[in-house]
């Protein structure tokens, strides 16, 4: 079982829509909790960062974080076709360790 | 913000030659980079945790005589593919932990296409 488990897609959604990003974990020692976005052909860049549960807002991005279920979840909201990319869940046990990753998300909005 | 540089951003190389990988932080020091390398349509997989001025700690699976990876100052690591054959070509991304800073935060650089003939 991988550590972390993320739904490739490809997700595609007209703009203005919510969109949901979700990704499940197996180590119930992870603490730090991110979401990257990735366009193609170059880094990624941190969106949201969330230590332990609960939710985080910032702008139209919302992360959430449920360690009972081991899972979280990006929404965002009034989708942008600049938001066109690929969204890489990521998570680590403490500060100075290692980075686990999804696989990352490709999402396609439609003007 | 902080900013993490690649160089070059794109090589192509005949098979069995080396090529040397740059990852620079531009505004802060990093004592701890990280190399990943990201295939088509999959995630990041980190091939080593480089510490500056010390050996790098590879992953499991990571021939460490084949990448080499030197942190000689605290804004600079480099990954060496040597002999490199056409499986190496991947895209290759570092990024750095800002060591003045209490949160876990990496930041990335923009990743280098290797391609091998």
């Known amino acids: 079982q991988k550590e972390v488990e993320q739904d490739p897609g490809p997700l595609s959604v007209p703009e203005g829509a919510i969109v949901s990003l979700n990704c499940t974990y197996s180590?119930?020692?992870?603490?730090?909790f991110m979401w990257y976005r990735q366009y193609s052909r170059k880094g990624p860049e941190l969106l949201m960062y969330t230590y332990s549960s609960g939710n985080k807002e910032d702008g139209r991005f919302t992360a959430q974080v449920d360690k009972s279920s081991k899972y979280i979840s990006l929404f965002i909201r009034d989708s942008q076709p600049s938001d066109s990319a690929t969204y890489l869940c990521a998570m680590c046990v403490g500060a100075g360790n290692q980075f686990y990753f999804g696989t990352g998300t490709s999402l396609t909005v439609i003007p | 913000g902080a900013v993490v540089s690649q160089h070059p951003s794109w090589v192509i190389c005949k098979s069995g030659t080396s090529v040397k990988i740059e990852c620079r932080s531009l505004?802060?020091?990093?004592?701890?980079m990280f190399w990943y390398r990201q295939f088509p349509k999959q995630s990041l997989m980190l091939m080593a945790t480089s510490n500056e001025g010390s050996k790098a700690t590879y992953e499991q699976g990571v021939e460490k005589d084949k990448f080499l990876i030197n942190h000689a100052s605290l804004t600079l690591s480099t990954l060496t593919v040597t002999s490199a054959h056409p499986e190496d070509s991947s895209f290759y991304i570092c990024?750095?932990?800002?060591?003045?800073?209490?949160?876990?935060?990496?930041?990335f650089g923009p990743g280098t296409r290797l391609t091998v003939l």
């Open positions: 180590n119930s020692a992870f603490q730090y």
């Open positions: 505004d802060f020091q990093a004592t701890t």
């Open positions: 990024s750095a932990r800002d060591t003045f800073q209490t949160y876990n935060e990496q930041f």
